[in-house]
């Protein structure tokens, strides 16, 4: 079965940052890429990042430069480093699996709620 | 900054038909788009419904199927369960970055 388990989330102030990880579970780790969104509070998804089985990383406009995603395939963990929260960052993160081929994504973790507020 | 647009409601009865869209600011939205239906109810995580335009995960009922239509991305709920009503978002991809629609509230009634 697939897992995937966020943590790191919590209540931080303006400008600090956030490691936020996803421990996959149930699946080769290694072949596959992997994604994070974010839900802000009542609205709608947004694609933030994702970080390809060969390595290869892509950003939102809105988020490059100050996040950063990464791997760790021998401990089948990912992970979304954020910089200078804002309060627009406010929201609930989740990780999610990409399809084997680059052809969307599939399994959803139960996301992490980061509250950026002073 | 691509948008992509969504219906913001849709309704219908059950047992009927519905279609939601999915919109390219850029353009026609083509299977190069590799468009993606997700499903979202109140307090649960969104849930993939289908991918690469009309490809449905081993999860999917078969009342739910996925085109491209008059140079959008859509998706067709037959046959439409009281279960359907939910938030349905759409996702498309644009040479390595993603983005996702605004999301059709679809009410069953």
């Known amino acids: 079965e697939v897992q995937l388990v966020e943590s790191g989330g919590g209540l931080v102030q303006p400008g600090e940052s956030l490691r936020l990880s996803c421990a996959a579970s149930g699946f080769t780790f290694s072949d596959y890429g992997m994604h994070w969104v974010r839900q802000t509070a009542g609205k709608g998804l947004e694609w933030v990042s994702d970080l390809t089985a060969a390595g290869r990383t892509h950003y939102a406009g809105s988020v490059r430069g100050r996040f950063t995603v990464s791997r760790e395939d021998a401990k089948d963990s990912f992970y979304l480093q954020i910089n200078s929260l804002t309060a627009g960052d406010t929201g609930v993160y989740y990780c999610?699996?990409?399809?084997?081929?680059?052809?969307?994504?599939?399994?959803w973790g139960q996301g992490t709620l980061v509250t950026v507020s002073s | 900054q691509t948008v992509v647009t969504q219906e913001p409601s849709l309704t219908v009865s059950p047992g009927g038909t519905v279609t939601l869209t999915c919109a390219s600011s850029?353009?026609?939205?083509?299977?190069?788009?590799?468009p993606n239906w997700f499903q979202q109810k109140p307090g649960q995580t969104p849930r993939a419904l289908l991918y690469?335009?009309?490809d449905k995960h081993s999860w999917t009922p078969a009342r739910f199927s996925g085109s491209l239509l008059g140079g959008k991305a859509a998706l067709t709920l037959s046959g439409v369960q009281p279960e359907d009503e939910a938030e349905y978002y759409c996702l498309l991809h644009y040479g390595g970055s993603w983005v996702f629609g605004g999301g059709t509230k679809l009410t069953v009634l």
């Open positions: 690469s335009t009309s």
């Open positions: 850029t353009g026609a939205v083509t299977s190069g788009n590799y």
């Open positions: 999610v699996r990409g399809t084997k081929a680059v052809a969307g994504v599939d399994f």
